[in-house]
């Protein structure tokens, strides 16, 4: 088995395992995101149409406004939420979501993590080590 | 994090478990950026429109506010941003019982937990200005990049959660526009036009918040001429917020922190320039339909001299398509004892209070009115709306009236 290891110098929540879902691109689940049918909506972005729930989302950064605070809470109620949080950079709104939601989510990376993890790849994400594995 | 006396008392529950959880909150964001410790705020600013929060964050408001009064209430001044409603409008906005239920129930509970429910966000324009060098905890993103950048005030963006835990709590973790050394430019851009037009304006910011492209980086723009007015900056700050996700921009010469361009930019910053074309092609972009199904004006809600501007397009014409000016609770009844209320409303306009038009279930709005080609001419707002399944078009406040009339939105 191979394996590959990138750590993060931001990490936050609980050791999770699951399929990537990989784009250089934005997120805000206000702009993004159908939250109801669980799918990025925003005609424009690279993961249109594309189905997000218990997929761990491998993103560039943070776009938008404020509401993903509240947004990830609620996605996580109703269960049509992302495993995890995987971005090169994130902004605070990001980070006080996933705290609130429990979102596991690791950010700052030393490569361009949008390019270094496949998509669909099977991975492991561990905040307490502040590491991604790709097992592949 | 270190924390001083009082917070390990908060911590500890001493002071109740409301401002022990919401301590707890800021801890778990403040450890991940970083934050050294706490830094005392003196206002809070709170997003929390009912389509975010959803049924999950309404029970877990209540959860707060069933605790025992003594210990739960805000310990600084704090405000809300829009709700997700103006109730005396909602069939207009074809909102159901339940969404109006749900808003009911937030409200009630956040006045429990001693909010003001001022319902706006341009309470840089009409509640109290945070002063240079005041650390705040504003939400809403058009907010904190006027506070930080005109202002010269210091706030993150701080989300729902985070701002009532400043409220609660009388503190930020310290990372962040907190610091100075994280308010200095990383990037020059040179701006060969100056908008006149608010939709100009929202369009150069959205340019140069796409350019600027993530939260951290913090612009330093030169070229601009003249005096922006407060409604400019307020476009151009929201749009850069909404198409960069930036909290933070110095303009050489006018802005607090940037008397001089040396005193926010070191040598040797990347540096960019911005034209006309530039601006002029963003709002192409958004020109997808010439017909036109409602005309907004919101995001951010309007001011009392936008309000009278629009009351003087108005006279006169009769409009074939709805047309929505949304603005705050505090300048709604100066509008209305101004006339300018009556002025848009006599052509077939209405003027909403409290909410504003993304944050009251778009999606829904548009399902159950059929609208679906919206002009405005708010940057911002067309950066939003795509996403709500609207094809949203940008264009100057009076070619939106002219469309208002003819139903046809004029290419330019």
Redesign the interface.
């Known amino acids: 088995m191979n394996t590959k290891i990138f750590r993060a110098r931001h990490a936050m929540g609980r050791t999770v395992r699951g399929p990537t879902l990989v784009a250089k691109d934005g997120f805000s689940a206000r702009y993004d995101l159908d939250r109801i049918k669980g799918i990025f909506c925003r005609p424009s972005h690279k993961l249109a149409g594309q189905s997000y729930v218990g997929k761990i989302l491998v993103l560039d950064t943070a776009k938008g406004g404020v509401a993903t605070a509240w947004m990830l809470h609620e996605m996580k109620s109703r269960g049509i939420v992302p495993l995890a949080l995987v971005f090169n950079s994130v902004n605070p709104i990001l980070a006080q979501g996933a705290a609130l939601g429990d979102v596991s989510m690791l950010a700052g990376f030393d490569e361009d993590i949008t390019a270094a993890v496949p998509n669909g790849a099977e991975v492991e994400v561990n905040p307490e080590m502040g590491v991604l594995t790709v097992v592949d | 994090m270190k924390l001083d006396d009082e917070e390990k008392d908060i911590l500890a529950g001493k002071a109740g478990f409301v401002p022990q959880q919401a301590l707890q ?1 800021q801890i ?2 403040g450890e ?3 934050a050294e410790n706490m830094v005392p705020v003196t206002q809070a600013h709170l ?3 009912t ?7 309404v029970r ?1 408001l209540e959860g707060l506010a069933a605790t025992v009064d003594g210990q739960r209430r805000v310990r600084i001044p704090t405000i809300t941003d829009p709700r997700g409603t103006d109730f005396a409008n909602a069939d207009l906005l074809g909102q159901t019982s339940a969404m109006l239920d749900l808003e009911k129930r937030a409200i009630s509970a956040f006045e429990k937990l001693g909010v003001a429910m001022t319902n706006t966000c341009i309470n840089y324009q009409t509640i109290q200005a945070p002063t240079r060098n005041e650390h705040v905890a504003f ?3 058009g907010v904190v990049i006027y506070s930080n950048s005109i202002c010269g005030a210091r706030s ?7 701002a009532l835990a400043a409220g609660l709590t009388g503190r930020t973790p310290r990372y ?1 526009f907190h610091l100075p050394e994280m308010r200095r430019a990383t990037m020059r851009v040179h701006v060969e036009f100056t908008p006149t037009s608010l939709n100009g304006w929202g369009a150069l910011g959205g340019v140069i918040g796409r350019i600027a ?4 980086a913090v612009p330093v723009i030169e070229g601009i001429e003249g005096a922006p007015k407060s409604d400019q900056l307020k476009h151009f700050g929201a749009s850069m ?2 198409f ?2 930036i ?1 933070l921009f110095h303009l050489a010469g006018l802005t607090p922190e940037a008397g001089k361009l040396t005193d926010v930019a070191a040598h040797g910053l990347p540096s960019l320039r911005v034209t006309r074309a530039d601006v002029d092609e963003l709002q192409r972009s958004y020109h997808t339909d010439d017909q036109v199904d409602v005309v907004v004006f919101s995001a951010p809600q309007l001011s009392l001299f936008e309000l009278g501007d629009l009351a003087g397009l108005c006279d006169g014409r009769r409009f074939a398509v709805p047309l929505l000016a949304v603005t705050s609770p505090q300048v709604k009844p100066d509008a209305d004892r101004m006339g300018y209320t009556a002025r848009i409303e006599a052509a077939g306009g209405k003027v909403l209070s409290g909410m504003c038009f ?2 009251s279930y778009a999606r829904e709005i548009s399902e159950a009115r059929g609208w679906k080609r919206l002009a405005t001419n708010s940057a911002k707002l067309v ?2 709306l ?2 709500y ?1 609207y094809r949203p078009m940008l264009a100057s406040m009076e070619s939106c009236v002219d469309a208002a009339v003819s139903g046809k939105l004029a290419r330019t």
């Open positions: 909150h778990k964001v991940f950026f970083g997003m929390a429109d389509e975010s929060l959803g049924e999950a964050g877990w939400g809403d993103t993150n963006f701080e989300g729902g959660p985070s962040g492209g993530n939260y951290w917020a909404s960069g996700s909290a993304y944050q950066n939003i795509g996403g399944g």
